[in-house]
DNA sequence: AGCAGCCAGGAAATCGATTCTTCTGCCTAC
DNA sequence: GTAGGCAGAAGAATCGATTTCCTGGCTGCT
């Protein structure tokens, strides 16, 4: 490990220099010969300076904290995805922390949280788990950012327009004649599911249809409960001849449950899901969904936190750019 | 920030004491009533060592790099999933580096191997960034485990028995019957590669069944590349009956060339993937896989390369429990 | 000649935790 | 009665980078 004092040795300067120099202090007066012999010894020594250090000195220590339910889930690694680049184009890098962790073990809390070795921290607002975390981190202080969802003015969040976009879904349904649509929710008390009923309902009311409670299941994120919830909704008296699933994955099991239930989509039922991931494109019949600017989300969502720690006031940003776009494949089609 | 000096004074002790109390030194003696008022002093102002100034000190961050070329790859996701609460355990931090970053900008790999910035690093060696990546890591000594891969002796890996896998994947189809078995392989300078292509040879050679050259195709780690192969293969002279493709999201590309070249899974062709991910169950037909022990390669990984930091001896693991296991879906059956 | 002012760069304090060395009473044993 | 020993704790150096405050020497002006 070449240290400061080394680079400063070689270049025969005071390290004040060196550091002066590489971190462009704009007082600094030196002159072209010195300043290309430091930059010299930096290039043979392969110099970084030291994280740890620079870290004490500065209070900070340039990581993001990343806490999401679930990797497994396509949705946050697109989050992810923009994310990623982003913080290293702001000097930043991600640090993985487990949300339940956070949310449970004060040890794990205190050594990220209270002992500094994150800057701010990126959340998915999931599960309850996540609430505690937010009432955690709140007494410290620590620059939050609450991802995919939208917030409160105090908070700072980044989210996408998931209300424009389900009604943008639920309206290619009633282009293609269906009446009867259903919609299964995210669930939960977040405002991506009730943003998501809000858009579904938004589409109806605009093409006079009534909306019904009768049409309205638990769709869940995961393709255990999408199967479970058209299941049941299908149980029903008044049977749906489309469904809005709030989520890709709810969409995927309620594909599965379409066809135990003996219906061929799309002609005896259209399904349409929420996010486009690269599984939509695979599973039989390829899922019709809308999609929404994920990466982008990550890549703003980085953007505020970075503003955050640097002393900026909290935002609440709706990323709007691209649009959410209909991804139309086999899973909708004309109603029976 | 409450630091040591606070804690200190709080319980009217010097910093040192507080710090040898806290990290357990053995040659400190104490007297009781001083050290429940150190410890009610660490509890009232809820501190924890600074994370930096630690670092600093120790010459150790407690981070460990992740590099992993996609986190939309499922099997990624597992191996994290296994990895992150086994570096929890070992008191570190998983961070997450773009592989391709460390590989090609010199900034970002100075920044976070010179500087300090991990203690060592997890790498899937995949692509050819990847070894540039072990080219550049090797004279600074940072300690490295390969994921995923045998390696040789100097080098420390992880890895799971893809060749007992493979043998057992094909070993499925020969006792349905199936002696016109074709392996799409992964492709590129790998073990896993070449592990599942032995593992396929195993198995036909067992049989008695010729192994041919006419019966290999190139499957790549995406779907594109997976129906590409498939329909390449389709389009010779000597048609398969049953394919055991390298990869999952391989499999499920071959599921669409099947399809788009009119056959019927499993009745004209029947395939096997590799790799079990929540994704092979809701393709059409559910694909049969084989399962591997991922999430324990992932525990397994983390475990080696802090031994690796601790100064112990690097290893070559290969993880073998659970076994591999055949997981029998529908896009396998009896020969035509 | 004398002095202000600028140029180029140096010295030292600081961030917070760790760890090695040193110190102070008090007790015991000879 | 005093040296020695030990319990119990304080002090100080250190890790490496940053940053504020200085300094030595030269120039130009009066």
Redesign the pocket.
């Known amino acids: 490990?070449t240290?400061?004092?080394e680079v400063a040795r070689h270049a025969?300067?005071?390290?004040?220099?060196v550091?002066?120099l590489?971190?462009g202090?704009p007082t600094?007066?030196?002159?072209t010969d010195?300043?290309e012999r430091v930059l010299a010894a930096v290039e043979e020594l392969d110099?970084?300076?030291?994280h740890a250090?620079?870290a004490?000195?500065?209070?900070r220590v340039g990581t993001i904290g990343l806490a999401v339910p679930d990797m497994h889930n396509p949705v946050y690694a697109t989050i992810l995805e923009g994310a990623r680049p982003a913080a290293t184009e702001h000097g930043f890098v991600l640090m993985l922390t487990d949300l339940d962790d956070l949310a449970s073990d004060t040890t794990t809390f205190r050594r990220i949280v209270r002992g500094g070795a994150i800057d701010g921290l990126l959340l998915q607002r999931n599960s309850t788990a996540a609430g505690r975390v937010v009432d955690r981190v709140a007494p410290s202080r620590l620059p939050l950012v609450i991802l995919n969802e939208r917030v409160r003015s105090p908070a700072s969040g980044v989210a996408v327009d998931d209300r424009a976009a389900a009604r943008l879904a639920t309206r290619h349904l009633i282009e293609h004649g269906h009446t009867d649509i259903a919609h299964l929710r995210l669930g939960g008390r977040n405002s991506r599911s009730r943003d998501r009923q809000a858009g579904w309902e938004d589409a109806l009311r605009e093409a006079g249809i009534p909306v019904s409670r009768d049409l309205l299941g638990h769709g869940g994120v995961v393709p255990e409960t999408g199967y479970r919830g058209l299941t049941e909704l299908l149980a029903r008296d008044r049977r749906p001849t489309a469904v809005f699933v709030g989520s890709v994955l709810a969409a995927v099991g309620a594909l599965a449950a379409a066809r135990d239930a003996g219906l061929t989509v799309p002609d005896d039922l259209s399904v349409i899901g929420f996010h486009d991931t690269w599984l939509a494109e695979h599973v039989d019949p390829p899922l019709s969904v809308v999609r929404l600017p994920l990466e982008e989300m990550g890549r703003e969502a980085i953007r505020v936190l970075v503003d955050l720690i640097e002393g900026k006031p909290p935002q609440q940003v709706m990323v709007s750019t691209p649009e959410p776009t209909l991804i139309i494949r086999s899973s909708t089609g004309k109603v029976p």
């Open positions: 490990m240290s400061i004092t025969g300067v005071s390290p004040s220099i550091s002066r590489l971190n202090d600094l007066r030196i002159r010195t300043r110099y970084a300076p030291n250090a620079r004490l000195r500065r209070s």
